[in-house]
């Protein structure tokens, strides 16, 4: 029987964010969640780029070879509202219906939009865990801060800086834990050395200004890309579902994947989501 004084918190909602398309959140975002799976959570996703549903059609892709581990899935498309106000108020509706629907598994992994919609902002808002990947070069960078040009010094938070600290703000009142925000670097390798110690050492300084944990990234892989098609994942290589042979590429991004799956659940441990969450 269970014990009582435990009460349990809900899943642990892990939302991949960036106000910049192409970053690599869906690609992030399967990873971590066949990752979870494969260690034997129970997982659900949810595409709120669901227009695009570039996480709808990899998991139907997945369902296809038969016998893979699956999450529950949903997709929300943004309501057709006319008027601003009840629109957003039907967008948060849809997403905690959802929610709730995924209240006994273990981690939600949601994969939002790369550009500003209120059904993000709300995942945003509900978010234990934001990981946001962003390319390795200053042009993504300056999504999270403006940067001299001439002597890199940062200059202060940039736009998606300022939505991820607005929603922190308001998760604050509504009582909720604090978000743990993850930044990781994606497609690593693509640029000069010189360029990728620069981002790394203000990466590191832009953390402690405001506020995130800078995870291992991803370096750039074709395999990623290849296997998005197939519905597969570098955690599936191996396995019945055939795909390639496992190369030592694969094995690196294996690597990289499970790396990001641990500094995720390294995160601080949640005392409970309130349910009154914006
Ligand atoms: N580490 C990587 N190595 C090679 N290709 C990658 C890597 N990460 C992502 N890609 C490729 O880059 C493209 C964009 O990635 P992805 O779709 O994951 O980005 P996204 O942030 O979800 O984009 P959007 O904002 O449009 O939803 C895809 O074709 C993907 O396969
Ligand atoms: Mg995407």
């Known amino acids: ?30 990873q971590v969640a066949v990752g979870l799976l494969r260690r034997g959570h129970a997982v659900a ?49 849809s997403l905690e ?14 994969d939002t939009p790369g550009n500003d919609t209120e059904l993000s902002r709300r995942a945003h808002a509900r978010a234990d865990t934001l990981v946001t990947p962003i390319n390795d070069s200053f042009v993504d960078f300056d999504l999270l801060a403006r940067v001299d040009p001439k002597t890199r010094r940062i200059l202060g938070p940039s736009v998606y800086a300022e939505l991820v600290w607005e929603r922190r703000k308001e998760r604050a009142l509504a009582g909720g834990s604090p978000i743990d ?57 191996g396995s019945a579902a055939g795909g390639p042979a496992l190369a030592m590429s694969h094995v690196a991004g294996r690597h990289e994947a499970r790396a990001l799956i641990d500094a995720i659940l390294a995160g601080p441990v949640r005392h409970g989501t309130a349910s009154t969450a914006p």
């Open 45 to 93: 996703t949810l595409d709120l780029d669901a227009r695009q549903g570039t996480l709808s059609r990899y998991l139907t892709n997945r369902e296809a070879h038969g016998g893979l581990p699956m999450p529950v899935s949903s997709a929300i498309l943004p309501s057709s509202l006319e008027n601003s106000a009840e629109a957003a108020a039907a967008d948060k509706a």
């Open 97 to 110: 219906a959802v929610l709730s629907g995924f209240e006994g598994l273990e981690y939600v992994i949601v």
């Open 1 to 30: 029987m269970l014990s009582s004084s435990k009460k349990t918190a809900g899943p642990r909602i892990i939302v991949f964010g960036n106000e910049k398309g192409g970053s690599g959140k869906s690609t992030a975002a399967v």
């Open 181 to 237: 925000w993850i930044v990781m670097r994606n497609r690593l390798g693509h640029s000069e050395a010189r360029n990728k110690r620069e981002m790394g050492d203000a990466l590191a300084e832009l953390a402690k200004r405001i506020g995130f944990r800078v995870a291992p990234g991803f370096g750039e892989r074709v395999i990623f890309r290849e296997l998005f098609l197939s519905g597969l994942t570098l955690f599936d290589l």
